[in-house]
């Protein structure tokens, strides 16, 4: 059974400060895994994809990487701003099913 | 990126009745959509996988007569919260994927349910 750990599950950095989250997860037979943002009483906004056989993906300050063989990704987010406060998710989807598996999420907030 | 509505975002109902909760794909046709369950300060879990044209899916522990799923076309499921009570306060959020995008998921707004 597939089990995804976000660590640390709260973060609080200085505005303007580089930072990385971090995704781990068991069953390294991942099809793919997403990135998501979550604000407060809110829907799950996609943040970046990334595909089995990619290393990495960038959208603007947001860079997540991947490394299959050891169950880890990343999501690096450059000079951090106050509206970066969410709570991060990343979930993975294995070859043959649709369902994702998401992580236990990490509440991110850069004090101004 | 594609756009999946969900209505309404927020409800409150008196124990006893049933309400249902829309999930639609607006720019996409989805043979599959998917409905969560998240709880304060928690992640979100499956309860169901809704295929279009057939009977959901659900995971363990979710009682289907309870929690009613119909997936009536390509871009529309409802999910129905039968007999509604207090502990099945939530927030319910659905998914969809949109083919071609590596199937990328996409999520709803989510809908805040209170029953009182």
């Known amino acids: 059974k597939q089990e995804v750990t976000q660590i640390p599950a709260a973060l609080s950095v200085p505005e303007g400060e580089n930072l990385v989250l971090n995704c781990s997860f068991t069953?390294?037979?991942?099809?793919?895994l997403q990135w998501f943002r979550q604000d407060p009483g809110k829907g799950l906004t996609s943040l970046l994809l990334?595909?089995?056989?990619?290393r990495e993906q960038t959208s603007g300050r947001l860079n997540a990487s991947l490394d299959k063989s050891s169950g880890r990704s990343t999501l690096y987010i450059a000079a951090s701003q106050p509206g970066d406060s969410a709570t991060y998710l990343c979930?993975?989807?294995?070859?043959?099913?649709?369902?994702?598996?998401f992580g236990t999420g990490t509440r991110l907030t850069i004090i101004p | 990126g594609a756009v999946v509505s969900q209505h309404p975002s927020r409800v409150i109902c008196k124990s006893g009745t049933s309400v249902k909760i829309e999930c639609r794909s607006l720019?996409?046709?989805?043979?599959?959509m998917f409905w969560y369950r998240q709880f304060p300060k928690q992640s979100l879990m499956l309860m169901a996988t809704?295929?279009?044209?057939?009977?959901?899916?659900?995971e363990q522990g979710v009682e289907k007569d309870k929690f009613l799923i119909n997936h009536a076309s390509l871009t529309l499921s409802t999910l129905t919260v039968t007999s509604a009570h207090p502990e099945d306060s939530s927030f319910y959020i659905c998914?969809?994927?949109?083919?071609?995008?590596?199937?990328?998921?996409?999520f709803g707004q989510g809908t805040r349910l209170t029953v009182v």
């Open positions: 979930a993975v989807r294995v070859f043959g099913n649709e369902k994702l598996t």
């Open positions: 069953d390294s037979a991942i099809y793919n």
């Open positions: 720019d996409f046709q989805a043979t599959t």
């Open positions: 998914s969809a994927s949109k083919e071609g995008t590596g199937t990328e998921a996409f």
């Open positions: 990334i595909q089995s056989s990619q």
């Open positions: 809704s295929n279009e044209g057939s009977k959901a899916t659900y």
